[in-house]
């Protein structure tokens, strides 16, 4: 192996420092997406609360409880499907703060092996283009009119 600037210090080769700083980025990835997923859940709890609390805790609901569905009391679910929203609003401040030490982690990997992440050709015409129209939906055409 010829030896570069710094290699004679660095234990590992460029493919193992390049593995391992793809496996750090996946894993962030992989926390972010896991951040979103629950924030999606606290929405839907917070969709079910607002949509229950109005209504008189005696009428009749339905829980899915472990795949199976339960009847109930809004006055019994309503409590319980706070305490469950609180619990996933405690494990995403958690995750957040595991993203954030990951995150600095891979900072520091980075200035350990004076890592840059160079933008191909492809990308920055990609940018330029993001500035016009950023938004993606759907097209709905117009209402079609019986003949």
Do not use: W
Not at 34 to 44: C, D, N, P
Not at 69 to 94: D, F, H, S, W, Y
């Amino acid at each position: 192996m010829a030896k570069d600037e710094g290699d004679s210090k660095e234990p590992m080769n460029e493919q193992a420092v390049a593995n391992i700083y793809g496996a750090m980025r996946a894993e962030i990835n992989q926390i972010y997406s896991k951040i979103t997923e629950l924030e999606m859940e606290v929405s839907e709890h917070s969709l079910v609360m607002n949509a229950v609390k109005p209504l008189d805790p005696s009428r009749r609901c339905y829980r899915m409880i472990g795949g199976v569905l339960v009847e109930r009391t809004i006055k019994e679910v309503l409590p319980a499907v706070q305490r469950n929203k609180e619990g996933i609003e405690e494990v995403i401040t958690r995750l957040n703060e595991a993203l954030e030490r990951k995150k600095k982690e891979v900072t520091e990997f980075e200035a350990k092996y004076k890592i840059r992440i160079r933008k191909t050709d492809g990308e920055m015409k990609d940018e330029s283009g993001k500035k016009e129209g950023n938004a993606q939906g759907v097209l709905v055409g117009p209402a079609s009119v019986s003949e």
